[in-house]
Every structure is written in structure tokens, then in C-alpha cells.
């Protein structure tokens, strides 16, 4: 299984961007990244997925290197709610069943 | 939320003791999966499903067994629980994106103790 290096631990200051590293260089061409967090006390919950392009939504922008070996989950402004663990994971699009989750990244906001 | 619902949602338990944990999913959902969390380790993939009677293993698999009767069932039982299966278990479906990838709904959690 395709492994991700997060940082443990991150803070930032509320209204301003948080840019999340993820680095999985030994991505396969067939694997996708997914981003998922975790609130206190609560499952995870999908935040945003990538092959190749970079891509947004209403929550969150992924930003995928060229090499595919890195990516960069976005936070255009955090929030007190986006206080969560972060996780960037590595699905090959041919294992449908299995997300190994790895120990994410911590954010902190800070008011 | 996907009709997910976790069964029950805190237990205590003795060592030695079986206990059965139950998830339940209202939308014939085909793949199922538990996970076990502790800290420290993230979420750690302990068995799946990918249809009623199919059913694999994930990476701590050791010492818990699943079964799958129905597609709205799948069943987490630890035999004989002991201390180091205490957790918060979280059951999830994975569902099919408009791409064609598959995102993945948890459910709320249950709280095992085993004493």
C-alpha cells in the first residue's frame, strides 16, 4: 500500500489559509488522493479527492504537484469547526475496498 | 449522514467475554468496513465486506471476526475480548462518486472498554 508523510501537528490563526502537506512519493499512476478529517468525537468525513488536476469545492482546494508526489489540502479561511485531524490517504482505483489512514495532521485554529 | 447507525454506541466489557458490535446501513450500500482508532495510530482497517458473505481482512484483523448475513448488516465480533481491544470502532460504507472513485461515510462510533 501506498504510504503518506503528514506533518503531526499544525496551527493557524482563524480568517487567514491553511495550506496541509501531504508527501506520497511513492504514488502509483492509478492511485487517487483523498482527504479526509475528523472533528473531536466524531468518524471522518470526506473533504476532497484528486487524480491529477488540482480541484475545489465548497469546503476545501487540492493542489497536486506535478510529479504526483506531493499534494496540498487549502483552507481558504479556517474556522474555529475546522479544528480536526486531517488525513491525506492513497486509494488505487483498482483496490476499491481499502483506505489506509495513516495518523494525520492536528490543526489548530487559534481565535 | 448515510443511514449509518453503530450498535451500541458504549460498552463495558470483561476480559474474556464475547462481544458483538453491530453496524446497520439503510441505503443497500454495497462495501462495508470497520475500523478500530486509538491513540496515536490514526484509524486502522480491521475487516471489510464487499457484498452479504463476502468479507476480508484489513490490517488488524487478529482476534476479530466479521460476518455479513444481509446487506445492511455487518457484524464485528471479538470472541474473547481483551484489554488491547479496547477502542472507539467505527463502522463506514463507501459510496460511489459521480467520478467514479468511491468516498467513504462513517458512523458515529462505539465505545468499547474492556476491564
Known amino acids: 500500500d501506498a504510504k503518506t508523510t503528514q506533518p503531526n501537528s499544525m496551527e493557524s490563526n482563524e480568517e487567514e489559509p491553511v495550506h496541509l502537506p501531504c508527501n506520497h512519493s511513492?504514488?502509483?499512476?492509478?492511485?487517487?488522493i483523498h482527504w479526509y478529517r475528523q472533528l473531536p468525537s466524531q468518524g471522518p468525513e470526506y473533504v476532497i479527492h484528486?487524480?491529477?488536476s488540482n480541484v475545489n469545492n465548497r469546503m476545501a482546494s487540492l493542489a497536486i504537484a506535478e510529479d504526483r508526489k506531493s499534494s496540498t489540502l487549502i483552507l481558504h479561511r479556517a474556522t474555529l469547526r475546522d479544528a480536526a485531524v486531517y488525513y491525506c490517504?492513497?486509494?488505487?482505483?483498482?483496490?476499491?475496498?481499502?483506505?489506509?489512514f495513516g495518523t494525520g495532521t492536528r490543526l489548530k485554529v487559534l481565535a | 449522514d448515510a443511514g449509518i447507525t453503530q450498535s451500541p454506541r458504549h460498552k463495558v466489557t470483561e476480559t474474556g467475554t464475547p462481544v458483538t458490535l453491530r453496524c446497520h446501513q439503510t441505503?443497500?450500500?454495497?462495501?462495508m468496513y470497520w475500523y478500530r482508532q486509538d491513540p496515536g495510530h490514526g484509524l486502522r482497517l480491521i475487516h471489510y465486506?464487499?457484498?452479504?458473505?463476502?468479507?476480508d481482512k484489513g490490517e488488524v484483523s487478529d482476534g476479530y471476526s466479521v460476518s455479513r448475513s444481509k446487506t445492511e448488516d455487518f457484524l464485528l465480533t471479538l470472541e474473547s475480548a481483551t484489554s488491547s481491544q479496547t477502542s472507539v470502532y467505527f463502522c463506514?460504507?463507501?459510496?460511489?462518486?459521480?467520478?467514479?472513485?468511491?468516498?467513504?461515510?462513517f458512523g458515529p462510533g462505539t465505545r468499547l472498554t474492556v476491564l
Open positions: 463506514a460504507i463507501s459510496v460511489t462518486g459521480t467520478s467514479g472513485t468511491h468516498e467513504q461515510f
Open positions: 511513492t504514488i502509483s499512476g492509478t492511485d487517487y
Open positions: 484528486g487524480l491529477t
Open positions: 490517504i492513497l486509494r488505487d482505483v483498482g483496490e476499491t475496498y481499502k483506505y489506509i
Open positions: 441505503e443497500n450500500h454495497r462495501y
Open positions: 465486506s464487499y457484498g452479504v458473505k463476502d468479507t
